[in-house]
T-cell receptor, first 114, second 114 residues
Framework: AQSVAQPEDQVNVAEGNPLTVKCTYS??????LFWYVQYPNRGLQFLLK??????LVKGSYGFEAEFNKSQTSFHLKKPSALVSDSALYFC????????????FGTGTRLKVLA | EAQVTQNPRYLITVTGKKLTVTCSQN?????MSWYRQDPGLGLRQIYY???????DKGDVPEGYKVSRKEKRNFPLILESPSPNQTSLYFC?????????????FGAGSRLTVL
């Protein structure tokens, strides 16, 4: 069965420091992997995805993520955090088998401190 | 503007009083889906639809109904709401086809059942 784990409920980081939000997954075959961000009173917004190719993918707002097949991870990173990055982040996985089943993690709240 | 529109955004109701949350998309997407978001549980799929008149259960369909009479609309119906359906609900859509894999979300509907 497909699953996604976000082991940290909350991540605190000082403004200007690098940030990492962790995600590990379990899916058969080569997965499609996604990161979404949710700001207060807003829907989920797409940040970036990994489908195939280069393991390091770049997305919106300076975020990037690294796909690591051996560790089944897809951690979200940013070199220098901004206070405005404070939000709820969701990792999601989809098996590329032709279904459109997306499995979401439980979310990680990122708090960037000024 | 390409978007998914949900209404109402906020609703307080009482146990047993039927309600409908509407979802409409203007992108001609075939696939539409409803999720509920609960703290510590992430997003869980309620129902989805691959096209007009084609709907199927997600992971937590109990207590909900859906219909897909038109391509653009996918309402979520709670025939007899109960307090355990208090949640934040999201509608999402996606085109079906090669390379299509990013869900577009509505802004969310926060439902409280007393």
């Amino acid at each position: 069965a497909q699953s996604v784990a976000q082991p940290e409920d909350q991540v605190n980081v000082a403004e200007g420091n690098p940030l990492t939000v962790k995600c590990t997954y379990s899916v058969s075959g080569n997965p499609y992997l996604f990161w979404y961000v949710q700001y207060p009173n807003r829907g989920l917004q797409f940040l970036l995805k990994y489908i195939t190719g280069d393991n390091l993918v770049k997305g919106s707002y300076g975020f990037e993520a690294e796909f690591n097949k051996s560790q089944t991870s897809f951690h979200l990173k940013k070199p220098s955090a901004l206070v405005s990055d404070s939000a709820l982040y969701f990792c999601a996985v989809r098996a590329p088998s032709g279904t459109y089943k997306y499995i979401f993690g439980t979310g990680t709240r990122l708090k960037v401190l000024a | 503007e390409a978007q998914v529109t949900q209404n109402p955004r906020y609703l307080i109701t009482v146990t047993g009083k039927k309600l409908t949350v509407t979802c409409s998309q203007n992108m001609n997407h075939e696939y539409m889906s409803w999720y509920r978001q609960d703290p510590g549980l992430g997003l869980r799929q309620i129902y989805y639809s691959m096209n007009v008149e084609v709907t199927d259960k997600g992971d937590v369909p109990e207590g909900y109904k859906v219909s897909r009479k038109e391509k653009r609309n996918f309402p979520l119906i709670l025939e007899s709401p109960s307090p355990n359906q208090t949640s934040l609900y999201f509608c999402a859509s996606l085109p079906i086809g090669p390379g299509a894999n990013v869900l577009t979300f509505g802004a969310g509907s926060r439902l409280t059942v007393l």
